[in-house]
């Protein structure tokens, strides 16, 4: 089936520094969401991208939908404690839509030091 | 604006008891999906559900397991008899048709 890498597995920054982390397939998607998970509760939709090429931004967090469809990036700028948690980018499944069984990365852990 | 609502939140209980986990989708929300969460294996899709039908069961993991959604704001997903592996944060989720999926904050399950 398809399966997403997620890169780095984790990060360990201080507060201030950019971030980035990508999103990788052997398949194509249409659509790329990225999800952000923190301690006891459950992921909550961040950025959804619908069009190669597509870039947008959601406060001090940017996403690119890559022009090949087999990749995305995420950004955040300027980090702050409060950006802790696990960042995950899932899509559709082949022939689906964004509401139909969704395929998740395995998740990148963000560590913010004060 | 209420979102997912699971109950409970934590679960502890004995091997070969049966659990039941309960989820109420956000009012109006065509499909429901169960998850499961664990450290190896990461997020993963058991079923979900559309207008209150099984679509795709696959990811269930074996005949201990079973989801019901009797009617459009109620699902449960019981685990009978339940085992140690069965430990994890399981997930309900809903959504519109053509939208992303909107995320209970999970039930933590242990098996003793």
């Known amino acids: 089936g398809q399966q997403l890498n997620q890169s780095p597995q984790s990060m360990f920054i201080q507060e201030g520094e950019d971030v980035s982390m990508n999103c990788t397939s052997s398949s194509i998607f249409n659509t790329w969401l990225w999800y952000k998970q923190e301690p006891g509760e459950g992921p909550v939709l961040l950025i959804a991208?619908?069009?190669?090429?597509e870039l947008t931004s959601n406060g001090r967090l940017t996403a690119q939908f890559g022009i090949t469809r087999k990749d995305s990036f995420l950004n955040i700028s300027a980090s702050i404690p409060s950006d802790v948690g696990i960042y995950f980018c899932?899509?559709?499944?082949?022939?689906?839509?964004?509401?139909?069984?969704?395929?998740f990365g395995q998740g990148t852990i963000l560590t913010v030091h004060p | 604006d209420a979102g997912v609502i699971q109950s409970p939140r934590h679960e502890v209980t004995e091997m070969g008891q049966e659990v039941t986990l309960r989820c109420k989708p956000i009012s109006g929300h065509d499909y429901l999906f169960w998850y499961r969460q664990t450290m190896m294996r990461g997020l993963e899709l058991l079923i979900y559900?559309?207008?209150?039908?099984?679509?795709?069961d696959s990811g269930m993991p074996e005949d201990r397991f079973s989801a019901k959604m009797p009617n459009a704001s109620f699902s449960t997903l019981k685990i009978q008899p339940s085992e140690p592996r069965d430990s994890a944060v399981y997930f309900c989720?809903?959504?519109?048709?053509?939208?992303?999926?909107?995320f209970g904050d999970g039930t933590r399950l242990s098996i003793l």
């Open positions: 989720a809903s959504s519109f048709p053509g939208a992303h999926q909107h």
């Open positions: 559900f559309n207008n209150n039908v099984p679509i795709d």
């Open positions: 899932a899509g559709p499944n082949a022939g689906g839509t964004s509401y139909g069984k969704l395929t």
């Open positions: 991208l619908y069009k190669a090429g």
